[in-house]
């Protein structure tokens, strides 16, 4: 099969497709033909070796895959071929054309749903449904979500409006301030502006909730912008490092974790027309570097997803959603 290998620590020109033997399934395990791979904004600092995972190498990125079941290992029940599921997959693996996962850890993906919406949800549906109980957002409260026009960023504007909150969307781009006004964001700002901590404080006399996706100086800032006793999400560290709570505010973190629990939810209101992902670029699996490079320049609003199968041959370039 083909998978995209990183070797060496660095750029988007260091994920190479090669050719690897296919894998085979341990017990507990079976191989998903991989119809779709998620990509997360955490790969992009793993590949660079910016941040604290220093995985050996050679890895094969990837976290999160949807397809078929094509073999089953010891202790799996052999009527699981040919199922569509979603996995996580342990953190490594997605980008390739045959991936390994624990048979615990699938999803069946729910009928009428299609693959890359599921693929798109399993890790950023599972974050923003983890972090919005966490923060508990209430009718009424001002929720800022920063990177709101990125994955999880688009996920969380939604739960926060659907929570009957009021939601401001902070993003580095006039179409990341546009997706997320589109999903309910009621006022949008532009934090590569100064004085855009000016606005929001005008416009609404300060925070409940800060969903701090960025960290640095931008979650220091939004931070800043919390009532006393406002909640603070900092799960993300786009943009510098993790932002410390300070004593002032309320530091709120996902619960140790029913991950899966938490992706089924995701995909259970995606079914019921309440969450939708935004599919911002779809890339072949021999343009992993692409996909990267697109995200290492912010260029992509919402979800970037690769697109290995075989018996594909995908688009050279990103293609709209
Ligand atoms: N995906 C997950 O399941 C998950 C889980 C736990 C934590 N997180 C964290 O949550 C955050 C969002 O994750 P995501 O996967 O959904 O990524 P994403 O939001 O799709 O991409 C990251 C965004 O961060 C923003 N950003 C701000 N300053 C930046 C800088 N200096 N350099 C690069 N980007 C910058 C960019 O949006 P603008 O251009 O609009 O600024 C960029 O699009 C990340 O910090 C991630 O580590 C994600």
């Not at 090669?18 to 395990?29: H, N, Y």
């Not at 399993?122 to 009718?139: H, S």
């Not at 960023?153 to 997320?180: F, I, M, N, P, T």
Request: proline share 7%; net charge negative; no cysteine.
């Amino acid at each position: 099969m083909r998978a995209v290998v990183l070797r060496r620590y660095g750029g988007p020109e260091e994920l190479v497709v090669e050719e690897v033997p296919d894998p085979v399934p341990g017990p507990g395990q079976v191989v998903v033909e991989v119809e779709v791979a998620g990509i997360t904004f955490v790969e992009t600092q793993v590949r660079a070796d910016r941040g604290p995972w220093r995985p050996e190498l050679p890895l094969v990125l990837g976290n999160g895959v949807a397809g078929r079941v094509t073999s089953v290992g010891e202790g799996v029940a052999a009527a699981l071929e040919g199922t569509r599921v979603v996995s996580a997959l342990g953190g490594r693996g997605g980008y390739a054309e045959l991936a390994v996962a624990s048979a615990g850890d699938l999803i069946p993906i729910p009928a009428g749903l299609p693959d890359e919406v599921a693929v798109a949800l399993l890790a950023d549906g599972r974050t923003a449904v983890a972090l919005t109980r966490a923060a508990a957002p209430r009718p009424g409260e001002w929720v800022l979500v920063e990177a709101a026009g990125g994955g999880v960023g688009s996920l969380l504007v939604q739960l926060a409006r659907e929570a009957g909150a009021r939601v401001v969307g902070a993003a580095g781009s006039a179409a990341k301030r546009d997706l997320a006004a589109s999903l309910g964001a009621e006022l949008t700002v532009d934090y590569t502006d100064p004085g855009w901590t000016d606005v929001v404080r005008a416009e609404t006399g300060g925070l409940d909730v800060v969903f701090d996706g960025v960290g640095g100086e931008i979650g220091a800032a939004a931070q800043g912008l919390l009532k006393d006793g406002g909640r603070l999400s900092a799960h993300g560290m786009a943009g510098g490092p993790m932002t410390t709570p300070d004593p002032r505010v309320t530091a709120v973190a996902w619960q140790p974790p029913d991950l899966r629990e938490a992706s089924v939810r995701a995909l259970e209101l995606a079914v019921a027309g309440r969450l939708r992902p935004t599919i911002g670029a779809r890339f072949p699996l021999e343009s992993a570097a692409a996909a990267h490079a697109a995200i290492d320049a912010r260029a992509v609003t919402g979800k970037t997803l690769l697109t290995p199968v075989r018996r594909r041959s995908g688009p050279a370039a990103p293609t709209g959603a």
